[in-house]
Nanobody, 121 residues
Framework: QVHVVESGGGLVQAGGSLRLSCVVSGSTFTINAFNWYRQAPGIQREFVAGISSDDSTDYVSNVKGRFTISRDNAKNTVYLQMNSLKPEDTAVYYC???????????????WGQGTQVTVSS
């Protein structure tokens, strides 16, 4: 069993900051990549940021320059530092961890339960 747990969400005023954390634990595993997604009411889940095994990163256009994704391999943890938050950032944020299958090549995606981020005007 592999468990993915997000934390760090909350209520913040526009212009404020939050840091989300995602910890992967459980059975023996190797993480290939982490991604953050978000979903607002009535809207499809949206890719926000990703970080690969070589630490290369990718962001959706409207968070570039404001959000930073990073990982700590020793702690099996990924972070999303969110600065200059805007009301349109309000959503449930989900952590996705790509875990290598036993063959060491293919991956399987695990999802966390989500953490609520609310940005007020």
């Amino acid at each position: 069993q592999v468990h993915v747990v997000e934390s760090g969400g909350g209520l913040v005023q526009a212009g404020g900051s939050l840091r989300l954390s995602c910890v992967v634990s459980g059975s023996t595993f190797t993480i290939n990549a982490f991604n953050w997604y978000r979903q607002a009411p009535g809207i499809q889940r949206e890719f926000v940021a990703g970080i690969s095994s070589d630490d290369s990163t990718d962001y959706v256009s409207n968070v570039k320059g404001r959000f930073t994704i990073s990982r700590d391999n020793a702690k099996n943890t990924v972070y999303l530092q969110m600065n200059s938050l805007k009301p349109e950032d309000t959503a449930v944020y989900y952590c996705n961890a790509e875990i290598f299958l036993p063959d060491g090549y293919e991956v399987y995606s695990y999802w966390g339960q989500g953490t609520q981020v609310t940005v007020s005007s």
